[in-house]
């Protein structure tokens, strides 16, 4: 086989980024052969540059910082990107045109799957910046999908746990079971499967403890790089 294109990781969270490596890693070998994966390259800036340009909107910022990101991994030899963090593609239009190489959107790859299997009304779950944002909306509208927001309450609980627990690797009882409250409050506003919209929260969440359906972001991002890697192989 000819050698997967080199996959370029711009990382946000270090739990998020981290799980998306692991994934691309491990699920290689099923389609590479034993111990196999493509080249991988991981870049990231300290997350409190992130929280600080979330906090006040400065999306130029975030965009400044991924591509800060995108230019090494470029100069490392990378072929494409992906972004293992939905919060920080609310600066993706600003990213994509001067970025110097192609990226895969998580929210694009979410809906894709979303509309493959069938769904047809996704709950949103993530942070406070995501759930508020266009990043899923934007996308999934395109498909034709509808969505359910959190509350306000249950969007900012989230995001708090969040930032002070998941991406801490801090995983709390009470933490799961108010995940899967929130997910159950959306199965009954009709939602028939929901999106982990955090990286973090497939940590705690999937289909063995979710009351509907689970679209991981986090792991489906991976398994397409990992297709797009293998089908431009060269």
């Not at 929280?51 to 910022?61: A, I, K, Q, Y």
């Not at 990226?103 to 493959?116: F, G, M, R, S, Y």
């Not at 759930?131 to 609980?157: H, I, M, Q, T």
């Not at 801490?168 to 799961?176: D, I, Y």
Request: hydrophobic share 45%; aromatic share 6%; net charge negative.
């Amino acid at each position: 086989m000819a050698r997967p294109l080199h996959i370029g990781i711009v990382g946000c969270s270090a739990e998020g980024a981290a799980l998306c490596y692991r994934t691309i890693c491990h699920e290689g070998a099923a389609l590479l052969g034993p111990h196999a994966h493509p080249e991988v390259s991981l870049h990231t800036r300290s997350l409190a540059d992130y929280v600080r340009c979330l906090d006040s909107s400065g999306f130029d910022g975030i965009a400044d910082l991924m591509l800060g990101s995108a230019q090494k991994l470029f100069a490392a030899g990378a072929d494409f990107l992906v972004c293992p963090d939905n919060t920080i593609h609310q600066a993706f239009s600003l990213v994509e045109p001067r970025s110097p190489l192609p990226w895969l959107h998580i929210a694009d790859v979410v809906a894709a799957e979303a509309q493959a299997r069938g769904f047809r009304r996704l709950g949103l779950t993530g942070t406070h910046w995501l759930v508020a944002s266009e990043v899923y909306p934007e996308k999934l509208r395109a498909r034709g999908l509808e969505y359910v927001r959190p509350s306000d309450e249950e969007r900012d609980r989230m995001g708090q746990l969040i930032m002070d627990e998941l991406v801490r690797a801090e995983f709390r009882p009470e933490t799961v079971a108010y995940f899967q409250a929130v997910i159950s409050r959306m199965q009954a506003r009709g939602c028939d499967a929901v999106v982990l919209g955090c990286t973090e929260i497939p940590l705690i969440i999937d289909d063995r403890n979710s009351s509907i359906p689970t679209l991981d972001s986090t792991r489906l991002l991976a398994r397409a790089a990992l297709r797009h890697a293998i089908d431009g192989a060269r």
